[in-house]
């Protein structure tokens, strides 16, 4: 079992010669939109939380929320920025694919949210996340989880390419655990990195340096009894 990438490396800037391109200082387009319309039913888990830009914010909004990553020094980071802006969130350090090791493997959760966790996975982890998550779940509870599709970064990128999905691959990764609602195109928020040989795109660039790149935003629930 492989991982994509040295994830402390990366958070300490050595991966891509700065920050790690999704810390854009605020949750994705698509989940900001969850929070707004009232979509998010605590408790919350948000898986791969990173330095905590989703939790921070759900936190702001007054939902109950845990945040995990396997990365010591996102944790770190996450938990002073909490800590610095005076919020109540939980931030554990430790490994998405074993809730139960993390005391997260009873249902508790009514939403959880992967913010472009799944496709960081190494692929013969995939079943064992998706199957922690859905038992940490209270039934009826919901999972919203943006990734990034196959046209979303090049193979022959200088910067670690994650696991790319196609829409059936998600679909059917997902379903054999939760119930699919919906997919729909989306996109994921990013700073490109500023190194040598990152190749051209025609993706839209906004105002403030944000990149978009294609995704999938996939929508399911626990079954009910």
């Known amino acids: 079992m492989s991982d994509v990438m040295d994830w402390d ?10 920050p790690p391109p999704w810390n854009i200082g605020k949750p994705q387009p698509a989940i900001a939109n969850l929070i707004a319309t009232g979509q998010v039913q605590d ?3 948000d898986a791969g939380c990173g330095i905590g830009d989703l939790t921070i914010a759900l936190a702001q909004a007054g939902h109950t929320v845990t945040g995990i990553d396997i990365s010591t020094e996102a944790i770190t980071h996450a938990t002073q920025q909490a800590s610095d802006l005076g919020l109540t969130a939980r931030f554990i350090q430790g490994d998405a694919r074993d809730l139960a090791a993390l005391g997260l493997g009873e249902p508790q959760f009514n939403t959880v949210i992967d913010c472009t966790l799944f496709h960081s996975l190494p692929l013969d982890a995939r079943d064992d996340y998706l199957r922690g998550i859905s ?8 999972l919203y989880l943006l990734v990034f599709t196959t046209d979303s970064l090049p193979v022959d990128s200088p910067c670690p390419v994650p696991n790319l999905v196609t829409e059936a691959e998600v679909r059917d990764a997902v379903a054999k655990h939760w119930t699919v609602d919906t997919i729909d195109p989306s996109h994921v928020a990013v700073r490109l990195p500023d190194i040598p040989n990152l190749p051209e795109h025609n993706f839209r660039t906004d105002a403030d340096g944000l990149t978009y790149l294609p995704a999938l935003f ?3 629930h626990t079954p009910t009894p």
Do not use: K, Q
Request: no cysteine.
């Open 218 to 220: 996939l929508t399911a």
């Open 9 to 18: 490396a990366a958070y300490r800037g050595h991966i891509f010669a700065g």
């Open 43 to 45: 408790p919350v888990l």
């Open 135 to 142: 038992t940490a779940t209270n039934p009826g509870g919901r």
